[in-house]
């Protein structure tokens, strides 16, 4: 079991479920919309505590591992079922480690805009290459979702970079 005090010692953990808790703070008005610092602060716990109240009882303010698994799917569901804004992804295509695209210029701009949003990612060039720094990226957005850590920019890659784009640059700070 983790304790709100145990996991302001883990910063990126906390990341990871602000991120979600504010996801899902855009389909449940009742949830506070929390800004990703990656310290389990008092909104942070007001967060867990009413997602417990109306999605996993009891409420506790604790995240275990059985509290990140049930905020770890209504996260993916509200994913699934929210409308994409940027829909400009070829379908079918998949660029690997070293290989050249016309569209890796766009990701690694919206990568370079994050990179001052979240931590994690890293302010690479934007060369059109799938270079180290986008595939680190890359990395990093397939673990956020609990798929294998490629570094191939496909279909999957670009709806969560397009949705963490639209959700902290053209949503901002609201």
Known sequence: MILPQEIRLIGQSVR????????????????????????????????VMLFQREFFPPVTGQV????????AARYRQSLAGRPR???????????????????????????RTLAGLLEG???????????????????????????????VLDQESWNTISRLYTLFVTYGQT
């Not at 602000?18 to 389990?40: A, I, K, N, W």
């Not at 275990?64 to 049930?70: E, K, M, S």
């Not at 940027?86 to 569209?103: F, M, N, T, V």
């Open 16 to 47: 990871s479920l602000q991120t979600m808790l504010r996801e899902l703070s855009f389909v449940y008005d009742f949830l506070p919309r929390l800004t990703p610092d990656g310290v389990f602060g008092e909104r942070t716990l007001e967060a």
């Open 64 to 71: 275990n591992q059985a509290t990140w698994d049930a905020i």
């Open 85 to 111: 804004s940027l829909r400009g992804y070829p379908g079918g295509l998949s660029i690997q480690p070293g290989q050249d695209s016309i569209h890796l210029y766009l990701v690694q701009s919206m990568f």
């Open 121 to 151: 990612i890293e302010a690479g060039p934007a060369t059109g290459v799938n270079d180290a720094a986008t595939q680190h990226n890359l990395r990093w957005l397939q673990a956020l979702e609990g798929r294998p850590e490629t570094g």
